[in-house]
């Protein structure tokens, strides 16, 4: 059985392989999720947290989440990916049976085992439940190895809730809590109006027993991070994973670096424990 | 081992036989500027040069190389891999110490392949230093101003011959393409380590901290005011970048030929110190100011690249110095940083020559 990560060592860690896309679904005007499968049954074998380095030959490469979590990663892997760049604008233009590159897994994933017997909180912004969903779908699939799990999830309007046809999966779930939040509400809407920490309120952790994994833009951090705090979440259970412009994926062509830390080798996971002292980093 | 001497005399004839089977690049004279260069005849070069415009990093990572080529019709990609025989032909011990944390950087983790394979056939023909090159240099004071390991020859300029030292059987299989380096005599001994005792005081101390003490003061000089003050007069140019031979950051991207079906991926040269470097989709910028961008560099150089790869992350060449158009330098930086923390005494002068 061949990994795609064997490629990285062998004739050039920059060569990707062509994987090619077997479907597209569009979340919203603005968000695709893509499924891709690896040529010759070529596996990813990635860990929730992990991303690859994903090309359109001719427009250029940019790291990307991988959203899909390793139990569901049945000889296909998914990314869901915003047009907002270059490549993501020719990407989202893309249809089934084209090719695009892939390298990777990349990334120090989530320290799972850490996670085991632990309640789970999840504290979600915008596009942070793509890879959110990758450790989401993994716990799940594996319920009875951690406690309680909460998932808070807020996105600008009820239009830009990403995934709802999980979230509805999880909503009807009754070992899952999960609350939902809008900046701005929309007709028909009855859920939740705010911003994220507004979620906390109705969320009750025994903090010195939880994790929490928090995904979203540099913004939310802040202020999901005193709420966490707040309630006494140990700083080394709180993750992050961080967004940086990167090009090699390998701690070799500088853009992401944090301080002495290359978020793709060193994170794109850390903990707040791990970067409290480092301004700039969140 | 012991070195060898050869007769200046015959080092025309050596570089010709080197120009039968290699590409030789050396410091050639461009106008009143050196550069490293590729060499057509032995003529060309110029091992008196002060320093070069660029660093030699520039033979090892090219500012602009294809990685690999792409043809979206056949479905077919290549990596390209550049094994080019090539003879580095006086590189001062300053840029042989940037080459050193170089190889250390593209080896680490998952190794560079591309770079890999142009250092393998990369041969090293250093050159000691015998006065400083500039005025604006400092190797003395990051401990580049000699090297005992990281070449194939040294060469040391002895007036009328130069001191050859073996560094590796590559090294000396190029130095047996020339019959006339002969065994040092006793009076060849005397004479090298004369040269190499009268250099050393031609060299001024410039830091005023010691190099091992660089790391902790900028731990300590994070929130220093100088950085605002470096912010605000750096022009966010990306010289220093360009000119360092220790900066290897780069930025990938595709170049697309006439059919648009076929193609090159590029590596080229990019810098932390240009405002772009951090941006992400969206228009973010993880570090938005002339200020960060600056502290980050001057980090990278005194202290990141020490303590991942114990191996100093400025060498003191001074080309960032040279090349700056405000007048921004690593000593003046570092001094400055040391003297804002506690009044340093110039320890250097009263302890060594």
């Known amino acids: 059985m061949t990994l795609l990560k064997d490629k990285i060592v062998s004739s050039s860690l920059y060569v990707p392989v062509q994987a090619t896309i077997r479907d597209i679904r569009a979340l919203t005007p603005l968000e695709k999720v893509f499924s891709l499968t690896l040529p010759d049954g070529m596996l990813l074998n990635h860990e929730p947290g992990q991303f690859v380095e994903l090309s359109v030959f001719g427009v250029g490469e940019a790291p990307i989440s991988i959203t899909s979590s390793p139990s569901r990663s049945n000889g296909f892997f998914e990314l869901c990916v915003r047009n907002a760049g270059d490549m993501t604008g020719v990407l989202h233009q893309m249809k089934p049976g084209d090719v695009v590159g892939v390298r990777g897994p990349f990334g120090r994933p989530f320290p799972m085992n850490r996670f085991l017997g632990k309640d789970l909180i999840f504290a979600i912004g915008g596009l942070g439940l793509a890879p959110a969903r990758s450790v989401i779908n993994q716990v799940l699939d594996e319920r009875g190895k951690y406690g309680k799990v909460i998932i808070l999830y807020g996105a600008r309007t009820p239009g830009d809730l990403l995934f709802t046809d999980e979230l509805e999966e999880w909503d009807r779930r009754s070992d899952v809590e999960l609350h939902l939040t809008v900046d701005r509400p929309a007709e028909g809407w009855d859920g939740n109006v705010g911003v994220i920490t507004t979620l906390f309120s109705h969320v009750q952790v025994y903090a010195r027993n939880t994790v929490a994994i928090t995904l979203g833009p540099p913004v939310m951090y802040r202020f999901v991070l005193m709420e966490l705090l707040g309630k006494g979440v140990p700083e080394g259970n709180i993750w992050f994973s961080f967004e940086r412009r990167m090009k090699c994926g390998v701690g070799k062509c500088g853009h992401c670096q944090i301080h002495h830390l290359y978020t793709c080798k060193d994170g794109p996971t850390f903990s707040f424990a791990e970067i409290k002292h480092l301004e700039g980093a969140l | ?353």
């Open chain 2, 1 to 353: 081992m012991g070195f060898r001497v050869m007769p200046k005399s015959a080092f025309p004839g050596w570089v010709e036989q080197m120009l039968q089977t290699y590409r030789v690049v050396g410091p050639r004279k461009i106008r009143d500027r050196y550069m490293f260069d590729e060499v057509n005849s032995p003529g060309d070069l110029d091992l008196t040069y002060s320093t070069t415009v660029l660093p030699p990093k520039k033979v090892l990572l090219p500012q602009h190389e294809e990685l690999l080529s792409f043809d979206l019709e056949s479905g077919k990609m290549e990596a390209a891999i550049d094994t080019q025989p090539t003879v580095l032909l006086g590189v001062h011990t300053c840029d042989l110490h940037a080459i050193r944390l170089l190889d250390a950087v593209f080896e680490d983790g998952y190794a560079d392949q591309h770079y890999i394979a142009r250092r393998q056939n990369v041969l090293l023909v250093s050159l000691e230093c015998l006065s400083p090159c500039t005025e604006k240099s400092f190797c003395k004071s990051m401990g580049t101003l000699s090297v005992t390991e990281g070449y194939d020859l040294h060469l040391t300029d002895l007036g009328d011959s130069y001191a050859i030292d073996i560094g590796s059987e590559r090294g000396q299989a190029l130095l047996e393409l020339t019959e006339n380096a002969q065994p040092a005599t006793d009076a060849d001994y005397s004479r090298l380590n004369q040269t190499l005792s009268d250099k050393w005081p031609r060299f001024p101390y410039r830091l005023e901290s010691d190099i091992t003490e660089l790391a902790n003061l900028l731990a300590v000089s994070y929130d220093s005011d100088l950085w605002e003050e470096l912010g605000e007069k750096c022009l966010g140019c990306g010289s220093c970048t360009i000119v360092c031979p220790t900066c290897y950051c780069f930025n990938v991207i595709d170049e697309v030929d006439f059919s648009l079906n076929a193609g090159s991926r590029i590596r080229q040269w990019d810098g932390c110190t240009l405002s772009q470097f951090a941006v992400v989709a969206g228009g973010h910028n993880f570090r938005s100011t002339n200020q960060e961008r600056q502290r980050h560099r001057f980090f990278r150089k005194g202290k990141y690249q020490m303590e991942a790869y114990g191996l100093v992350g400025c060498v003191g060449c001074g080309r960032c110095a040279e090349a700056c158009l405000v007048d921004i330098n690593p000593v003046d930086t570092f001094n400055e940083l040391s003297r804002r923390r506690i009044p340093m005494t110039r320890r250097h002068k009263e302890v060594l020559p």
